[in-house]
């Protein structure tokens, strides 16, 4: 009897902890972020914490363009157009914000706390990645060659002109400013909190070479590291009546190099004020790629040249190749065709891919960031989803890689004007699009261009360095030949 009591006991209380049981084991479940709020590559960053932990994240952050700082990742919250943004409630979700632009706000978001901010916060319409810029390469061939010194002569020096440098660092100015290089009554401001003499010299390079061209004028150094700060050193310029803005940076993957975008309308919104944008451009013309899907077998490949299905390039071991693909899709309302990204080493062994799956939240762009292992030829696969997939003209980049088997310096297809001019090439690189731009030194015209016109005029408009009223300058295209 006693038996049968305690077992009857033992099930009687067995049966009471199953719920129990089952509400621990539903708990420890990890909650994903919003698949449909949430960019692939913050997605995966999440994952890899929840299978992980912070080790694991701080491992797959390392190497690829993610700023994570003690599991605080650095994101772009986009909200819907003129929603009102309530940054108080963003702040209570443990979410630190660094800065806002228009709907855009650039914040800090920890790991622990990305599901429920992507699943329950009002007007959020996505996550991200900030976009980061590229810096390009100064070289300047003097004031003479450019033929300032003429102008100069006259009289036109930059005087009463304010002209601010938007760049990513501006190493070494305190030196440059003692030798003379740059004014000593330049201004900065810094909008990555990291300092203004920090990151890169390139900043002090640009400002030396403007200092040559317009000793006269008064600089404003602005320091910059995404799109956001890049928005907010506009409107600063706007504010404080700077004429003319330079910056020789370069914005990949933001938008397919046409005129549209993110980048051009915060250089479009300046030119609205009566600001002229000075863009650099054609750096990139020997790592650079242009074509439009072609897959005349049906085998999802795209065909480089002719049944050719691979690119090669050469990189050094310990080099961290970043390549960079996008094609234009950008305006599908819904769905993007989905291209995927593969890296393959002489052995033809798949070393890294990058697979996103197209569509809202993800734009249409792929990128590996690879570390080469040995000095000798990579190659890369650019493959459709299916085959039903459309062709569309597509873009790659590459950076610590050379001896392309495939590259272009030129594009095929029309560019758009815009309102900026160029100090290189039409810039794809900073997917502003230029209106044609003659450059001195022939090794200008190397880079893409969206247009086969000849660029011809002057770099910049005399009257950009005058001290008559500010007003808005449109570059005319030059006549043919």
């Keep these: 009897m006693l038996k049968k009591m305690s077992r009857s006991l033992f099930l009687i209380s067995f049966l009471l902890l199953i719920p129990c049981l089952q509400t621990e084991s539903f708990a420890a479940q990890p909650v994903q972020a919003d698949p ?14 929840l299978q992980k932990g912070a080790a694991g994240s701080a491992a797959y952050a390392r190497g ?33 914000i660094e800065q806002r632009y228009q709907n855009l706000l650039q914040v800090r978001i920890p790991l622990a706390k990305l599901a429920a ?8 319409e996505m996550i991200r990645l900030p976009f980061y810029p590229f810096e390009v390469v100064v070289q300047s061939q003097g004031v003479g060659i450019m033929g300032a010194s003429d102008m100069q002569a006259l009289g036109y020096t930059g005087q009463g002109v304010k002209v601010a440098i938007i760049d990513l660092g501006f190493q070494n100015l ?55 700060q890049l928005g907010i050193a506009k409107d600063y310029c706007i504010t404080n009546g700077i004429r003319v803005i330079n910056h020789s940076v370069a914005w990949l993957n933001a938008a397919f190099y046409d005129g549209t975008g993110p980048i051009c309308n915060i250089a479009n919104d300046a030119y609205a004020h009566g600001i002229l944008w000075v863009n650099a451009a054609g750096n990139y013309a020997n790592t650079h790629y242009q074509a439009t899907l072609t897959d005349a077998d049906s085998d999802k490949k795209h065909e480089f040249s002719g049944t050719d299905e691979t690119l090669s390039f050469n990189a050094s071991s310990g080099s961290t190749i970043d390549i960079l693909l996008n094609w234009d899709d950008y305006k599908s309302p819904r769905k993007y065709t989905d291209y995927n990204l593969y890296l393959y080493n002489s052995s033809n062994v798949q070393v890294a891919a990058s697979t996103r799956s197209q569509g809202p939240p993800a734009s249409p762009a792929e990128e590996i960031v690879y570390s080469a292992t040995y000095t000798g030829t990579y190659y890369i696969q650019v493959v459709k989803k299916t085959t039903g997939q459309a062709n569309l003209p597509l873009d790659l980049y590459f950076f610590s890689a050379s001896s392309l088997q495939y590259k272009n310096k030129r594009a095929a297809w029309p560019s758009r004007p815009m309102h900026q001019a160029s100090l290189r090439s039409e810039p794809w690189t ?11 030194d022939p090794r200008m015209t190397a880079g893409p261009s969206r247009t086969s016109r000849p660029r011809t005029g002057p770099l910049i408009p005399s009257t950009a360095l005058s001290t008559e009223p500010p007003v808005p300058h449109r570059i005319r295209p030059a006549r043919r030949p």
């Design 36 to 49: 449909a709020r949430t960019a692939p590559e913050i997605l995966e960053l999440h994952s890899i914490y």
């Design 430 to 440: 900073s997917q502003i699009i230029s209106a044609p731009i003659a450059p001195a």
């Design 174 to 228: 305190t030196s440059a400013k003692n030798a003379g290089e740059v004014p000593a009554n330049v201004i900065t401001v810094d909008y990555t909190g990291t300092g203004i003499e920090a990151t890169t010299p390139h900043g002090t390079a640009v400002a030396e070479v403007v200092h040559d061209m317009a000793p006269d004028a008064q600089l404003y150094l602005l320091k910059i590291g995404s799109d956001v």
């Design 117 to 124: 901010l992507s699943r329950n916060l009002a007007g959020l």
């Design 64 to 96: 690829r363009r993610i700023n994570l700082e003690a599991d605080r990742v650095q994101a772009v919250l986009e909200f819907q157009q003129n929603y009102p943004i309530d940054e108080n409630r963003v702040r209570s979700m443990g979410v630190g």
